[in-house]
């Protein structure tokens, strides 16, 4: 019997044995704020869509209607919230995301670009903001139902550079920018350890590399993992 979750049911991307895979590709762009993920996620997109590859880019938080509402909360800097709390809305958002966005694309077939996943959940949440681990980790497979990336792309940008670029754009400081760099010292290498234990999936990329280059590896590391979906 198919699970009372229907997410649960068939899908490569999916961690238990799943009997029949779905024929998307999940890849999720990771790092810290500012390293240029969006940028590339938004290239690389571009570049599908024009060989004509069916492409859904997406994001966390905010890549559903109700998530978009969530992503309000969670970026207003006028409005202070519990670490827990904090949490809870990230997850609720994932939880929208992938019922509603990530597995219909990939059963669909797309290529499905997200800018920021469940990795950022554990880096932010446990290891900048303190959540337990196991906590943390607990809620992101509920969330989750047992999807997993194919490959992650990490960003991996010193804190010093990242604060430097923040700057430059100019906007006035999110909640996140207001935490200092402590805290993104410990989210940087939270990133570090998940990309270690994840390394099969992991891509970890030099952010302080240009644009142009960054979007080469991209792409080249696609092609030699999935040869007849992303020809040179
Ligand atoms: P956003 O403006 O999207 O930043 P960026 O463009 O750099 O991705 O803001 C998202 C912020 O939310 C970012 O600071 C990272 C943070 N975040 C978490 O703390 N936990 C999470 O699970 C996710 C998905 C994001």
Same mark, same amino acid.
């Given at each position: 019997? &198919? ?20 024929? !998307? ?5 990771? *790092? ?13 997109? *571009?570049?599908?869509? !024009? ?18 509402? &969530?992503?309000? &909360? ?18 609720? $958002? ?12 990939? @059963? ?6 997200? $800018?920021?996943?469940? $990795? ?9 903001? !303190? ?68 390394? !099969? @999936? ?7 590399? *240009? ?17 007849? @979906?992303?020809?040179?």
């Amino acid at each position: 019997m &198919i699970p009372s979750l229907p997410f649960l049911s068939a899908s490569s991307h999916l961690s238990s044995d799943a009997p029949s895979p779905a024929p !998307g590709l999940l890849i999720v762009f990771e *790092g810290m704020d500012g390293s240029g993920k969006s940028t590339q996620a938004k290239r690389l997109a *571009g570049r599908l869509e !024009g060989r004509g590859h069916p492409v859904l880019l997406t994001r966390e938080p905010g890549g559903t209607s109700a998530g978009k509402k &969530i992503r309000e &909360i969670l970026l207003d800097p006028d409005l202070p919230l519990d670490p827990e709390a904090e949490l809870f809305l990230f997850e609720a $958002d994932r939880v929208m995301h992938v019922k509603t966005v990530l597995l219909p694309a990939l @059963r669909s077939g797309k290529t499905v670009l997200s $800018d920021r996943g469940s $990795d950022a959940t554990v880096a932010y949440q446990s290891f900048g903001a !303190g959540l337990s681990r196991e906590f943390v980790s607990a809620l992101n497979r509920v969330a989750l139902g047992g999807l997993v990336p194919d490959v992650t792309f990490l960003f991996d940008l010193p804190v010093a550079e990242m604060a430097l670029r923040l700057r430059s754009r100019g906007d006035g400081p999110t909640r996140f920018e207001l935490l200092g760099s402590d805290y993104f010292e410990r989210v940087r290498e939270g990133y570090l350890e998940l990309a270690r234990i994840h390394e !099969g @999936r992991t891509v970890v990329l030099d952010a302080t590399s *240009g644009p142009d280059l960054l979007e080469e590896q991209i792409f080249g590391e696609l092609s030699r993992r999935y040869p007849e @979906r992303f020809v040179l």
